[in-house]
């Protein structure tokens, strides 16, 4: 069971006097983030309700302790799952999360990350759910040309659908607050990575790299290798979302570290003890070539990374190696 250090917090009762335990909504709970925060809200003392349709979400990250509806978000009976259940907070992970893969369906990417959404907001005002906190992106909203370190105050230009409808309901949740009153935070993630991790996924090269070296695969490296990336480690991204149910506003959630691919190759190289020379294929149009997120703003609310990258990555192999 993961640990919470530095917080003695507890949200387990709700206030005036009632008895019930306070109950908050997950969806995506069953995917690499997703299940993480819900073993952590239970730890918490939280009653935690998990929306995921499984089609990246894996039963086997399901947690036992939580309830769980395999439904789509944009289903017309979640609403009735949110009046059941008495949600108070919602943690909203459930996406498509592929970038190429927006650009190729920027319409499919909508309906996922945008309308799907609404229909979640719009369930949240209708049952009084006390906050709405979003996983968004900080590697693809903020665009080219900005500052490194990236701070919450830089002008977002997203590049990418992916991006595009990430930065729609950051403004959407602004109305939702305006005219509804539905109080929300918004953590801008850099790349996550850890234990449970979908190597399948583009946005898991660390979990690809892995894999790739256990099955004795081919590493294929996009480029030089030379574009950076911040890796965060998932138990610090879960640390974030506890911390956001006493704030309100927008976060990057990152290290502060730019890492390039080849370094970072280099350390998996080293951690599983092999030496492979990779395949460098072609520069991939589009893609950022540096990205990295100051974190000054959630620090200075108490958020502290407690794994830096060799420790996670340390964690990450033994995991992928079991």
Same mark, same amino acid.
């Given at each position: 069971?993961?640990?919470?250090?530095?917080?003695?917090?507890?949200?387990?009762?709700?206030?005036?006097?009632?008895?019930?335990?306070?109950?908050?909504?997950?969806?995506?709970?069953?995917?690499?983030?997703?299940?993480?925060?819900?073993?952590?809200?239970?730890?918490?003392?939280?009653?935690?309700?998990?929306?995921?349709?499984?089609?990246?979400?894996?039963?086997?990250?399901?947690?036992?302790?939580?309830?769980?509806?395999?439904?789509?978000?944009?289903?017309?009976?979640?609403?009735?799952?949110?009046?059941?259940?008495?949600?108070?907070?919602?943690?909203?992970?459930?996406?498509?999360?592929?970038?190429?893969?927006?650009?190729?369906?920027?319409?499919?990417?909508?309906?996922?990350?945008?309308?799907?959404?609404?229909?979640? &907001?719009?369930?949240?005002? $209708?049952?009084?759910?006390?906050?709405? !906190?979003?996983?968004?992106? =900080?590697?693809? %909203?903020? @665009? +080219?040309?900005?500052?490194?370190?990236?701070?919450?105050?830089?002008?977002?230009?997203?590049?990418?659908?992916?991006?595009?409808?990430?930065?729609?309901?950051?403004?959407?949740?602004?109305?939702?607050?305006?005219?509804?009153?539905?109080?929300?935070?918004?953590?801008?993630?850099?790349?996550?990575?850890?234990?449970?991790?979908?190597?399948?996924?583009?946005?898991?090269?660390?979990?690809?790299?892995?894999?790739?070296?256990?099955?004795?695969?081919?590493?294929?490296?996009?480029?030089?290798?030379?574009?950076?990336?911040?890796?965060?480690?998932?138990?610090?991204?879960?640390?974030?979302?506890?911390?956001?149910?006493?704030?309100?506003?927008?976060?990057?959630?990152?290290?502060?570290?730019?890492?390039?691919?080849?370094? &970072?190759?280099?350390?998996? $190289?080293?951690?599983?003890?092999?030496? !492979?020379?990779?395949?460098? =294929?072609?520069? %991939?149009? @589009? +893609?950022?070539?540096?990205?990295?997120?100051?974190?000054?703003?959630?620090?200075?609310?108490?958020?502290?990374?407690?794994?830096?990258?060799?420790?996670?990555?340390?964690?990450?192999?033994?995991?992928?190696?079991?």
């Amino acid at each position: 069971m993961i640990g919470w250090k530095n917080d003695q917090r507890s949200f387990s009762r709700r206030p005036k006097g009632s008895n019930e335990t306070m109950k908050a909504l997950v969806t995506g709970g069953a995917g690499f983030i997703g299940s993480w925060l819900v073993g952590g809200l239970i730890e918490k003392g939280f009653e935690v309700v998990i929306l995921d349709n499984l089609s990246t979400g894996k039963r086997e990250n399901l947690n036992d302790k939580a309830k769980f509806y395999e439904i789509d978000i944009s289903d017309k009976e979640v609403c009735g799952i949110f009046e059941k259940e008495k949600i108070d907070y919602v943690f909203h992970l459930a996406a498509q999360i592929n970038v190429r893969e927006s650009i190729k369906n920027p319409v499919d990417d909508a309906k996922i990350n945008i309308l799907a959404s609404l229909n979640l &907001l719009n369930c949240c005002v $209708k049952n009084n759910v006390k906050k709405f !906190i979003f996983s968004s992106t =900080g590697g693809a %909203i903020y @665009g +080219e040309d900005c500052e490194i370190p990236t701070s919450e105050k830089e002008k977002e230009l997203p590049l990418s659908p992916y991006g595009i409808a990430k930065l729609s309901i950051e403004n959407y949740l602004r109305f939702y607050k305006k005219v509804f009153g539905l109080d929300y935070v918004v953590l801008r993630y850099a790349n996550v990575y850890g234990p449970r991790q979908n190597f399948k996924g583009e946005a898991g090269v660390i979990a690809l790299f892995i894999n790739n070296v256990l099955e004795g695969k081919e590493i294929v490296i996009n480029g030089s290798g030379n574009q950076t990336r911040d890796y965060v480690y998932v138990k610090d991204v879960v640390k974030a979302n506890l911390l956001a149910l006493d704030l309100n506003g927008t976060f990057n959630v990152g290290t502060g570290i730019e890492t390039n691919v080849n370094e &970072l190759l280099k350390k998996i $190289k080293e951690l599983m003890e092999i030496n !492979i020379d990779p395949k460098h =294929g072609e520069e %991939i149009s @589009g +893609e950022l070539q540096r990205s990295c997120l100051d974190i000054t703003s959630l620090k200075e609310k108490g958020w502290e990374i407690e794994c830096g990258l060799e420790k996670g990555l340390k964690e990450t192999v033994e995991f992928f190696k079991k």
